[in-house]
Structure formats: structure tokens, C-alpha cells
């Protein structure tokens, strides 16, 4: 009985509540008038697997990064919203974008989390990107990290225009959906 609620859990992570690979085993783990706990387990197992097959060829992962880049671009659509209306929280809202984008490609490339400029550094290393995307990020976080600190006066509202830009443009390129 424990492997159910181990295997239930484990597909609603990887997949979702929503998700047709876990309605299919809710739906075989149902008890049917001529078959016992054998037969259950048998189309439970049938389920599991083809949700792992999915998972490990890769179909999984294109539903997740199309959430992604919607939750990214509505993110950077409000700070540049926010910035319009000349709130530099603009920058924060874009940084924490940009982090979230450099965390993604930390895992893709299997590179153990860490601070943002750890990261970074071993994203250039891995050649996931070269010294100048490294040093236009490293750029980025600074301005993000002045005006998270208050100090408006450390940067520019071009240079925060320039930023939702370019981590759009990183992303993009970096984490294509």
C-alpha cells in the first residue's frame, strides 16, 4: 500500500494533479469486481512506466518550459510595467527572473545550485555560454542588487530598460521553449 501513496505523490510532482498519467493510475488503482491487489498493481505499474517513459524522452519537460517562459514573460511584461510608472523594483522583478533562468540552466547542465554569481561562473565554465554573457549577467545582478538595497542612484532607468531587455533576449536563447 505504500508504493501507491509513494508513486501517487511522485505523479503529481512530475506530472501534475491535472495530469492524464495521473488520472490513469487514480483510475487503475481502483479495485474492480473480478480482480485483486495483483491486477491493480499490474495496471498501476502499466501507468507508472508510461509516465517515466515520457518523462526520460523528454516530453515532460516541454510542457514545463512552456509554463515557464509564460510565467517569465509575464514577469518581465510587469516590470517593464512597473518601470513605466518609474518604480525601480523593475530591476528586482527582472533579477529574480534572471536568477530563476540561471537556476533552470543549472539543472539542464546538472551544476549544483549556488549563489548567482557562483552559478554563473560555472555556466561560462561548462561553456553553456562564454566570459562576455558571463560578464553581462554579472552586470545585471548589480543593477538588480542596488536597487533591491535602495540605491536608485547606482544605475539608470535606461540601464534597467536594458536589462528586461536582454534577460528576455537571455532566456530566449538559453531556455527556448
Not at 547606482?154 to 521553449?177: N, S, T, Y
Amino acid at each position: 500500500m505504500a508504493w501507491r501513496i509513494k508513486v501517487q505523490n511522485l505523479l503529481v510532482q512530475a506530472c501534475g494533479v491535472d495530469s492524464e498519467h495521473y488520472k490513469a493510475f487514480v483510475r487503475a488503482e481502483r479495485p474492480g469486481v473480478y480482480n485483486g491487489s495483483y491486477d491493480i498493481f499490474l495496471r498501476a505499474r502499466a501507468v507508472f512506466r508510461a509516465a517515466k517513459e515520457d518523462y526520460e524522452g523528454g516530453y515532460m519537460e516541454s510542457a514545463r518550459s512552456l509554463i515557464q517562459a509564460e510565467v517569465f514573460e509575464d514577469e518581465l511584461a510587469q516590470a517593464q510595467e512597473l518601470l513605466g510608472k518609474g518604480y525601480y523594483a523593475a530591476a528586482v522583478i527582472a533579477g529574480v527572473v534572471l536568477e530563476t533562468g540561471i537556476r533552470e540552466l543549472c539543472d539542464r547542465h546538472s551544476i549544483p545550485h549556488g549563489k548567482l554569481d557562483k552559478m554563473n561562473a560555472d555556466l561560462a565554465k561548462a561553456g553553456v555560454y562564454n566570459a562576455l554573457q558571463q560578464k553581462q549577467i554579472t552586470a545585471m545582478a548589480a543593477i538588480r542588487n542596488s536597487a533591491a538595497h535602495g540605491k536608485p542612484e547606482e544605475f539608470k532607468q535606461q540601464d534597467v530598460e536594458d536589462m528586461i531587455r536582454d534577460v528576455g533576449q537571455f532566456l530566449a536563447q538559453h531556455l527556448p521553449v
